[in-house]
């Protein structure tokens, strides 16, 4: 039988930067027992993409043979075929879905993901707006929930005050609205051009990053954090791109049992609960998401190297 091919976009090798993009013809995969195939309306750009750029080059020999490495994990579509064991979904249902994250798959025109990775995407939530959600959301979410012990129902007496910086970004756009909705007082920064915007996300107080008064808040210890964090003197510093160094750092403190709390985060999802809360959110208005800028499949080397610059208001979107 002819294997039906897709457009995808695949690492070239272990050149960094955009140059590095591929535009391919590949074998559409086939889901597993566990998995769906979703034909993909949308897809958005993470920092982690282009982090995990070189790092899959290296690990490309133990991957899967054959299995051309497409960058991007977040992703929404439709449903076009399902595993044998699949119980939740059916061929037409909308969906959201965070690949894996060693071997992404998202910048194709069709992407398998795993059930328990995936949920139902309503009609009130668009498809730009649902892969908008995995990576940066859940990573908002998880610091402050998890991490900060925010209560996201409002219903904790002792408001906490919460610093997020890079707010205009994605995770920070999320983590502003998401601490609001836990009752908290959010300071945040940004750039100048972004003020307004990030006060309309509902942050109480907004800093330009590149004043003084601005760059004093990056953290506590005066370390540039990406960082969601509790500004009491007793408070959390999530660390959302830890290094080695922060790792070490953070089991010195442990044994040392040091009141300063830094804890870096790294995202790894293992079910739908916290997806299917976010999209919930989107759905009755009380999350919104900031779209920096919509790209075609064929333009994805434009999407990838604005996400690289750093300068993204919001999210990055590539629809096939
Ligand atoms: N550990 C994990 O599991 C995990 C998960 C998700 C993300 N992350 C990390 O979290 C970070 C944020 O991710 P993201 O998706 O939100 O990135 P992003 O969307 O690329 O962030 C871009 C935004 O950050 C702003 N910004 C840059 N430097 C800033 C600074 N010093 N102070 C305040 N704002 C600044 C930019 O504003 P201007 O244009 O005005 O400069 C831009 O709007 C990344 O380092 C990412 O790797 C980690």
């Known amino acids: 039988m002819v294997a039906k091919l897709m457009h995808a976009v695949v690492y070239g090798g272990s050149v960094g930067g955009a140059v590095g993009l591929k535009h391919v013809e590949v074998e559409i995969p086939t889901p597993s027992k566990d998995e769906v195939l979703i034909k993909l309306e949308a897809a958005t750009l993470n920092p982690v993409d282009w982090k995990a750029y070189q790092l899959k080059a290296l690990l490309r020999p133990f991957l899967a043979r054959n299995s051309p490495l497409i960058p991007c994990t977040d992703v929404a579509g439709e449903v076009v075929e399902v595993g044998s064991q699949v119980k939740n979904f059916k061929v037409g249902d909308k969906v959201v879905s965070i690949?894996?994250?060693?071997?992404?798959?998202?910048?194709?025109?069709?992407?398998?993901?795993?059930?328990?990775?995936?949920v139902f995407r309503p009609p009130e939530v668009s498809a730009a707006e649902g892969a908008s959600l995995p990576v940066a959301g859940l990573t908002a979410h998880m610091a402050l929930t998890q991490f900060i012990g925010l209560d996201l129902t409002g219903k904790d007496p002792h408001h906490k005050n919460i610093l997020v910086t890079a707010a205009s970004g994605g995770v920070g756009q999320y983590a502003v609205q998401l601490a609001k909705l836990g009752g908290a007082h959010v300071t945040a920064t940004c750039g100048a051009r972004n003020l307004e915007l990030v006060k309309s996300l509902g942050a109480d107080e907004v800093l330009d990053y590149k004043t003084p008064e601005g760059a004093a808040l990056k953290s506590p210890s005066g370390r540039k954090y990406d960082a969601v964090g509790n500004l009491k003197e007793d408070g959390v510093v999530v660390d959302l791109t830890p290094g080695p160094a922060a790792m070490w750092t953070y089991a010195v403190k442990r044994i040392t049992c040091s009141g300063k709390k830094l804890k870096p985060l790294m995202l790894i999802p293992k079910d739908d609960v916290g997806l299917k809360f976010l999209v919930e959110?989107?759905?009755?208005?009380?999350?919104?998401?900031?779209?920096?800028s919509r790209h075609c499949l064929g333009d994805a080397e434009v999407a990838w190297s604005k996400g690289i610059a750093g300068h993204a208001t919001g999210k990055i979107i590539v629809e096939p």
Do not use: N, R
Request: charged share 30%.
């Open 281 to 292: 959110l989107v759905k009755e208005g009380k999350l919104k998401t900031v779209i920096d």
């Open 99 to 118: 690949l894996s994250l060693l071997k992404g798959g998202g910048l194709s025109e069709y992407a398998v993901a795993k059930e328990i990775l995936t």
